[in-house]
């Protein structure tokens, strides 16, 4: 089954067309969007999450079309963002995870659980009562990752996870992303070896793909248009 696939996708915000005719089928687990500031890779994030309407163009993520089922989307796709300020919700650890749960209506013992087994896989057990916007930056992106996989998503859609945070946190956050949790992972970075740790890779320049295929093969092409 695709994770992604899309057939002419546009985008335009006004008068400026930022995404033109994308066509893509994505069937790996972990896919990586590259590209410059600008390409279209966040914006193309974005409609994938349905964060956006596509202006045309067919479009299905995980089997659904994003503007005509979004209850089924968000059943199916959980969003981590660079900022986890931006996700972070409640006033302590554990009500910020527990809220992710809130439309399924859990019994509260079956959610409290949910709650502890999330935060000890991310390892923020023991900080539950903690104020949530205390923790340190590292800790309150694993937060993000906790609310995002506690719902069990299909599909996690990661806009430059690891932007704000240092080596060490980077590659846990990274690490848990990646892993092979029965998820799969669009993730959008500007970190070449994160790409590459990806399965494939679509490189995005002016709105448009200019390459998708192997992760390795996609980076390699872009390092070398770095060069000229």
């Known amino acids: 089954m695709s994770i992604v696939r899309c057939a002419g996708l546009r985008v335009r915000l006004g008068a400026r067309e930022v995404l033109g005719e994308v066509s893509l089928d994505l069937s790996a687990r972990t896919i990586a969007l590259v590209g410059d500031n600008g390409s279209g890779k966040s914006t193309l994030a974005r409609v994938i999450a349905g964060l956006l309407r596509r202006t045309g163009g067919d479009l299905r993520v995980m089997g659904c079309d994003p503007d005509c089922d979004p209850a089924a989307l968000r059943a199916r796709v959980a969003l981590v963002l660079s900022n986890p300020d931006a996700q972070i919700m409640m006033p302590t650890v554990a009500e910020d995870v527990a809220l992710s749960l809130r439309s399924a209506r859990l019994p509260r013992a ?9 935060l000890a896989r991310f390892g923020l057990d023991g900080l539950g009562d903690r104020p ?11 937060l993000a990752l906790c609310g995002a996989f506690v719902r069990g998503p299909r599909l996690v859609i990661a806009d430059e996870p690891t932007a704000l945070l240092d080596g060490r946190n980077a590659r846990r956050v990274a690490d848990h ?3 092979d949790t ?9 970190d070449l070896a994160l790409a590459r740790r990806c399965e494939s890779a679509v490189l995005m320049a002016d709105g448009r793909v200019a390459a998708s295929g192997a992760s390795s093969a996609v980076v390699d092409a872009y390092e070398s248009a770095l060069t000229c």
């Open 182 to 190: 029965g998820h799969a992972l669009v993730l959008v970075t500007h």
């Open 132 to 142: 949530a916007h205390d923790l340190s930056g590292g800790q309150k992106q694993l």
């Open 110 to 118: 079956e959610r409290d659980a949910r709650v502890d087994a999330a």
């Open 177 to 179: 992303l990646l892993a």
